[in-house]
């Protein structure tokens, strides 16, 4: 699906940006042909009247360092971007009307960062985190490239939907969709979002990614919204670290919905995948696998929904022909998968943490839940040279039975169907023991009623295991 409607102007109004005016530091415009090159101090902020690229045409910053940072504002009409926007250093530009990167589009930046949003020029030039806030309902919409040649990439607006490529590979790429955005210059998390000052209007804000993400780091952050998701992930992201670091995905959308229909990949790293709930659909793929050993997933939590600092789910599910994989290709372990919910876990999918074929153990995997679970998947923890791996089943009260596929549920990404807390294991087929369901993989199963949000439990047996 293509998001141009919002930007309804004739791309053929638009040209090089236009009507500046330096209000910090200094910059020196020139026009050459179809390429304005624009030559400024270590800081600047520049006020555009428009700002957009025609296919054909070149914007060229020129900068004292790959630290140096130009902050350019826009008061008029939405920023297309059809041409080549080229910068030795970090690059904002601010425009409330909408910023569209079209298929012909390219940003090369050291660092990139556009919003819809505004901060405060103090926080600018004294190099500190940055508060973007406003009342721009405008979209941030890439159809193009941007990569970052050093640095980080990021979008932040009310909503933000990606079909081209996003490139940070060695730095961040960020996106974040909110009334109030936090940019943090440095730290383990770099973008935070300010709680919903009032409920969300049907259909608004949001993240979508149909496309491309590259980076050391991915970070995807939204706010609650109770008629839409939240981060709608159904293109690839791939995280491959730095050489001192394994890369990290994080797609969190704070009281709202985080689906991943897509491929996120992070080798020997972490995928956090969190909300209110979270679905990982038919054909979505989360692998964590390296030569060395498996990284760590967590959808809907951290073990047992103990961790504070990993907020938990209500709803987790991991529909039939979902992936998630944290295996060990060459020596080492499997590596960690926690799904877990506050009140409904759905697991239908497929599970890998297998050892290391030259050496290593098993990995550690936990479907749980502090109130329902529906275990009708396979987990795989085989480990040719070292210890199986584990499955962990953890809801209130336990019912082993065989019971049909989604027998009792109905499922529609925010509608559970199930009343009693209880955990239903079900069989592939009325043929199979629960045994070759659940060990088919070669796996440890532990299963018990000891969920942290609930008094020991009962287990009972309605069918022979």
Request: net charge negative; hydrophobic share 40%.
């Amino acid at each position: 699906m293509r998001f141009i409607w919002i930007f309804l102007l004739p791309i053929a109004l638009f040209g090089k940006p236009k009507g500046h005016k330096v209000v910090e530091g200094t910059a020196k415009v020139q026009e050459i042909g179809s390429t304005m090159e624009i030559q400024t101090s270590d800081r600047a902020i520049i006020n555009w009247e428009e700002f957009s690229i025609r296919v054909g045409e070149t914007t060229r910053f020129v900068q004292p360092s790959t630290t140096s940072a130009v902050l350019n504002r826009v008061a008029n009409g939405a920023s297309h971007i059809d041409g080549l926007l080229e910068a030795n250093g970090r690059i904002y530009l601010l425009n409330p009307n909408g910023v569209l990167i079209g298929p012909t589009g390219n940003i090369q930046a050291e660092s990139f960062i556009a919003s819809t949003l505004d901060f405060d020029n103090e926080d600018f030039f004294k190099d500190r985190e940055l508060l973007f806030k406003g009342d721009s309902k405008e979209r941030i919409v890439n159809l193009g490239k941007i990569a970052a040649l050093g640095g980080d990439v990021f979008l932040l607006a009310k909503a933000v939907v990606n079909e081209g490529s996003l490139q940070a590979k060695e730095g961040i790429v960020g996106i974040a969709a909110g009334e109030e955005i936090l940019l943090k210059p440095g730290g383990m998390q770099r973008l935070f979002i300010a709680p919903k000052l009032k409920e969300a209007e049907r259909g608004d804000g949001g993240i979508e990614n149909q496309g491309l993400i590259e980076a050391a780091i991915a970070e995807l952050r939204a706010d609650g919204n109770a008629f839409r998701f939240a981060i709608n992930q159904s293109g690839v992201v791939e995280a491959n670290g730095t050489k001192s670091e394994n890369g990290r995905v994080f797609l969190v959308a704070d009281g709202g919905t985080s689906a991943n229909l897509g491929t996120i990949l992070a080798p020997g790293g972490k995928v956090h995948i969190l909300g209110e709930q979270i679905g990982v659909n038919e054909g979505g793929k989360v692998d964590v696998s390296s030569d060395r050993g498996g990284g760590e997933v967590l959808i809907g939590g951290d073990f047992q929904g103990k961790n504070p600092d990993i907020q938990n789910a209500k709803m987790s599910v991991v529909m039939k022909g979902a992936e998630i994989c944290a295996n060990a290709y060459q020596e080492g372990d499997g590596g960690k998968i926690i799904i877990w919910s506050d009140e409904a876990t759905i697991m239908e999918g497929e599970l890998y943490a297998r050892g290391g074929p030259d050496g290593g153990d098993g990995g550690f995997m936990e479907v749980s839940s502090a109130g329902n679970l529906s275990y009708n998947g396979f987990a795989c923890g085989q480990a040719p040279l070292g210890k199986s791996g584990q499955l962990l089943l953890d809801p209130s009260d336990i019912t082993i039975e065989n019971i049909a596929l989604n027998d009792g549920i109905a499922f529609s990404l925010g509608t559970f169907s199930a009343t009693k807390a209880i955990a239903k294991l079900a069989t592939v087929t009325p043929a199979d023991s629960l045994q070759d369901t659940l060990q088919g993989g070669g796996v440890d199963v532990t299963v018990t009623t000891s969920s942290s949000f609930a008094s020991a439990g009962n287990i009972f047996f309605n069918d022979p295991i």
